[in-house]
């Protein structure tokens, strides 16, 4: 294959790469939908509402915690061997949560699940890398992330449809037809790649990395479950990820083989692209973790029409993904991000004046517009990651990139949304004072738990003050949100560069992958 015109089916290997990354992204918005379901005794498993955030919890701790270290075992080993593996365990883990007998296996399930993605969405953009050249890189990287923004939309939709149709293990067992047909299209049309000089392994490295982000990720998620920062569950943990992800810096600076060469940081592209992608999924992932209740609670919708209400944000990720490329290289890589991440601060704010009484369609508008500058953002700072890094070592930046979208996205749950439960406690507490004592501390939770307690003691004076009080929380949670993300503007104007040069003078003299 040769570097300046790439493999001859590359758009159908992108279009393989596409589908099979499918289950992965449907299973990250899917399960929300069904939470209600699997929370019943009797159509579900009667799981509690922690048990439910580590239903959700254990696929993020350990997707994000091998993310980095599989896409340099595939770098290594195979991407497509690495992408075979992840697909087939994760229709096995899909088909294991859908039969669950009880909460925890469905947790053990998950994050066996967790495991199959890690392995997954690393292979994908580093094979993009591999097949397509330079020229074309940018625009096959901006139909990927469109694709994961129509899977991002589908996914609620199709949860709602197969809960109102099939009992909640379908949305689970949906995984599995997609699997196996993405298994036999990467059998017949995905070609092997690797790195055609592999260096030494570094256990070590590959061992701290685990160790610190799985530490992180676990303390991040245990703030978010607990509503505190303040506890020694959420502090001990989180300051032994640092402590060692500060010892696997210090380690890959000090050996000749790193797993990942530290001192790509130097790289002010790479730095800015990694760290305005951090922030967009701190304030996009927390920020729009409240958007699930306020439709289907505040404003009465169903799971399908919560789903379909999510059908612009969608659209515009399909209509300027592919064209994020063209407009980056004609303004700047400067420019056209901080006009986004401008756009990104303001329909982010804007959920600060929603209430009950706020027109769907304005809030649809708001919707598509938040989706055209997502899809001016990402598919750019991918872009930069990936090309910072000598072609060979794809998948380590593959990994790096979507391992800080997931820490981030992550954190920004558990911060935003400790936010918004520490406003909704203090909120809806004097509305509590006539709930039995036994049921109060449940009942102030969240709003689904003062939702349960007014069905179970048939006391409907509490909705108005849950609505209320859920609706002031959003506003201070948006405006959290909002204010991360004009950081992000911030670091755009500060690091990131202006125009980038053109692709041959980048990557002349890099050796093709075969």
Do not use: C
Request: charged share 15%; no cysteine; net charge neutral.
């Amino acid at each position: 294959m040769k570097q300046e015109t790439g493999h001859p089916r590359r758009w159908s290997i992108l279009g393989v790469l596409v589908f099979s990354l499918l289950a992965v992204v449907l299973d990250n918005t899917i399960l929300n939908v069904a939470m209600k379901t699997i929370a019943d005794p009797v159509a579900g498993l009667g799981a509690t509402q922690s048990e439910l955030e580590w239903a959700i919890n254990s696929y993020t701790l350990v997707f994000a915690g091998l993310l980095f270290t599989f896409g340099v075992i595939g770098d290594r080993t195979g991407r497509k061997r690495m992408l075979f593996i992840g697909m087939a365990l994760f229709g096995l883990s899909s088909l294991a949560s859908a039969y669950a007998q009880d909460p925890m296996q469905l947790i053990l399930a998950r994050a066996a699940m967790g495991i199959g993605g890690a392995a997954i969405m690393p292979a994908t953009l580093a094979i993009i890398s591999n097949v397509f050249p330079p020229a074309e890189r940018g625009k096959a990287i901006g139909i990927w992330a469109g694709g994961v923004g129509l899977a991002v939309a589908v996914g609620p939709i199709t949860g709602g449809v197969l809960i109102e149709h099939f009992w909640w293990g379908s949305v689970f067992l949906i995984n599995v037809p997609i699997v196996i047909i993405s298994m036999f299209l990467i059998a017949g049309v995905v070609p092997e790649s690797r790195d055609p000089k592999p260096s030494r392994l570094d256990p070590v490295g590959v061992i701290l990395s685990i160790i610190g982000l799985v530490a992180l990720v676990y303390g991040i998620i245990r703030g978010g479950e607990l509503g505190t920062v303040a506890s020694a569950e959420v502090l001990v943990p989180t300051l032994i990820g640092v402590a060692v992800l500060a010892v696997f810096v210090w380690w890959e600076r000090r050996i000749d083989h790193p797993v990942f060469d530290v001192r790509n940081f130097g790289n002010i592209r790479f730095t800015s692209a990694i760290g305005m992608m951090g922030i967009v999924f701190f304030a996009m992932m927390g920020g729009m973790f409240f958007l699930t209740f306020y439709l289907q609670i505040v404003l009465g919708y169903s799971p399908v029409q919560a789903g379909a209400l999510m059908i612009p944000f969608a659209a515009a990720q399909l209509i300027f993904a592919p064209l994020s490329q063209r407009v980056n290289q004609r303004f700047g890589a400067k420019l056209s991000s901080t006009v986004s991440m401008i756009v990104v601060t303001l329909t982010l704010a804007s959920y600060a004046f929603m209430d009950q009484d706020t027109s769907i369609v304005l809030i649809e508008v708001i919707f598509f517009v938040q989706g055209a500058a997502m899809a001016n953002i990402m598919p750019p700072a991918t872009t930069a990651i990936m090309e910072a890094l000598p072609r060979e070592k794809a998948g380590v930046g593959s990994a790096m990139s979507n391992t800080v979208r997931q820490v981030a996205g992550a954190l920004g749950v558990a911060v935003l949304g400790s936010v918004l439960s520490s406003s909704y406690r203090g909120e809806i507490e004097p509305a509590l004072a006539a709930v039995p004592e036994q049921d109060r501390h449940a009942a102030g939770e969240s709003i689904m738990g003062t939702m349960e307690a007014v069905g179970r003691l048939g006391d409907k004076s509490l909705v108005a003050p849950a609505f209320e009080a859920f609706v002031n929380g959003m506003h201070v949670t948006a405006a959290v949100s909002a204010v991360i993300a004009l950081i992000g503007v911030g670091v755009v104007l500060r690091w990131m560069p202006g125009k980038p040069r053109p692709v041959q003078q980048q990557e002349t003299k890099e050796p093709a992958v075969v």
